[in-house]
């Protein structure tokens, strides 16, 4: 979607990102974001901005070279980072494996996927004096909301693999998040709109300074993710949660990869973290299925094992039932 940033939402941006990340507080800044759009967060604050070694034209950023990176960060004694999953994965596997240490990093912040448990303890390790914060957000509102590792593997992370979906935290500052129920369609106002309270899971929408609220010369995207409230509007995120009681945010997944069946609805993240807490299992997904004689979906959980489990996979699935 072709999103418009104006100056005063990039302005607001880096605000909320200044009071959250306590950068303005004279500390060094010396910071190597793995997602150029934030290369500015730095450079705003005064700071030293490290360009990753990394192929952003025609490369994923799982595919950055571990021992460039860490070469990189000790170089320069980098304090901050944001980095993807994916490159957290691979750069935390790579360290921790050969005993390297980041001593320098203070903060990584990731995001633009699901953080697990697991990543946030490799993670952990590597840097020994720093924590790793997982931001939720989308193109259009970055970010929204912010936990810390230490909150996700003390308390929410038990709850995620028992089915309870998963938190990314309370909102960033200026970030104000309404669950509304559920619509595939449009939603014109905010008067359209059913506002649910805590606990009911339904679709995550935003309204903050900092998020976009116009795509260029795109009418079909306004009318499917912005909703007009008097002199703002509110974005949809695209994901379904809820807000638990302290005001903390928990995604159960897309909208569009819900499993809707007669007597509910099924949602990926409230799913699969179940599954995933099985030692032979690789990966799994929330599909439905569509039965040949006709009728509303199935769902059903597609299950990658590890190649080692794969001669087991009768007595695996048996396991994976009673889970």
Request: with cysteine; hydrophobic share 40%; proline share 7%.
């Given at each position: 979607k072709p999103t418009v940033m104006t100056y005063a939402n990039v302005?607001?941006?880096?605000?909320a990102i200044?009071?959250?990340w306590s950068?303005?507080?004279?500390?060094?800044?010396?910071d190597m974001p793995t997602f150029p759009i934030f290369w500015i967060v730095g450079m705003a604050h005064g700071g030293t901005v490290i360009v990753p070694p990394m192929n952003f034209a025609t490369k994923g950023p799982g595919s950055a070279n571990p021992a460039v990176l860490v070469r990189t960060i000790r170089e320069h004694n980098v304090r901050s980072m944001f980095g993807s999953p994916a490159l957290l994965a691979n750069l935390s596997g790579y360290c921790n494996q050969r005993g390297i240490t980041l001593g320098s990093i203070r903060r990584i912040?990731?995001?633009?996927?699901?953080i697990t448990g697991p990543l946030y303890e490799a993670v952990g390790k590597m840097?020994?004096?720093g924590a790793l914060f997982s931001n939720y957000g989308a193109t259009e509102v970055l970010p929204a909301t912010e936990i810390?590792?230490?909150t996700v593997l003390a308390e929410t992370w038990?709850?995620?693999?028992?089915?309870?979906?998963l938190c990314v935290g309370a909102p960033m500052p200026g970030v104000e998040l309404k669950i509304v129920a559920i619509d595939?369609?449009?939603?014109?106002?905010?008067?359209?709109?059913?506002?649910?309270?805590?606990g009911e899971i339904g679709e995550v929408v935003a309204t903050s300074p900092h998020v976009s609220d116009r795509y260029y010369e795109a009418p079909n995207d306004m009318a499917a993710n912005k909703i007009e409230n008097g002199d703002r509007r509110w974005h949809r995120l695209g994901d379904c949660g809820f807000l638990d009681d302290t005001g903390r945010l928990w995604v159960c997944g897309r909208r569009s990869h819900r499993v809707v069946t007669e007597d509910r609805a099924h949602f990926p993240l409230c799913c699969e973290p179940v599954i995933n807490t099985h030692p032979e299992v690789e990966r799994s997904a929330l599909v439905g299925l569509r039965p040949a004689s006709g009728g509303g979906p199935v769902p059903a959980m597609c299950i990658q094992l590890r190649p080692e489990a794969r001669d087991r996979s009768h007595q695996i699935l048996s396991e994976l039932k009673e889970l």
């Amino acid at each position: 979607k072709p999103t418009v940033m104006t100056y005063a939402n990039v302005n607001a941006m880096v605000e909320a990102i200044s009071t959250q990340w306590s950068m303005g507080e004279g500390r060094d800044v010396v910071d190597m974001p793995t997602f150029p759009i934030f290369w500015i967060v730095g450079m705003a604050h005064g700071g030293t901005v490290i360009v990753p070694p990394m192929n952003f034209a025609t490369k994923g950023p799982g595919s950055a070279n571990p021992a460039v990176l860490v070469r990189t960060i000790r170089e320069h004694n980098v304090r901050s980072m944001f980095g993807s999953p994916a490159l957290l994965a691979n750069l935390s596997g790579y360290c921790n494996q050969r005993g390297i240490t980041l001593g320098s990093i203070r903060r990584i912040v990731a995001g633009g996927a699901e953080i697990t448990g697991p990543l946030y303890e490799a993670v952990g390790k590597m840097i020994p004096n720093g924590a790793l914060f997982s931001n939720y957000g989308a193109t259009e509102v970055l970010p929204a909301t912010e936990i810390g590792g230490s909150t996700v593997l003390a308390e929410t992370w038990p709850l995620t693999e028992t089915g309870h979906g998963l938190c990314v935290g309370a909102p960033m500052p200026g970030v104000e998040l309404k669950i509304v129920a559920i619509d595939d369609g449009d939603i014109a106002t905010m008067d359209d709109a059913v506002v649910l309270g805590p606990g009911e899971i339904g679709e995550v929408v935003a309204t903050s300074p900092h998020v976009s609220d116009r795509y260029y010369e795109a009418p079909n995207d306004m009318a499917a993710n912005k909703i007009e409230n008097g002199d703002r509007r509110w974005h949809r995120l695209g994901d379904c949660g809820f807000l638990d009681d302290t005001g903390r945010l928990w995604v159960c997944g897309r909208r569009s990869h819900r499993v809707v069946t007669e007597d509910r609805a099924h949602f990926p993240l409230c799913c699969e973290p179940v599954i995933n807490t099985h030692p032979e299992v690789e990966r799994s997904a929330l599909v439905g299925l569509r039965p040949a004689s006709g009728g509303g979906p199935v769902p059903a959980m597609c299950i990658q094992l590890r190649p080692e489990a794969r001669d087991r996979s009768h007595q695996i699935l048996s396991e994976l039932k009673e889970l």
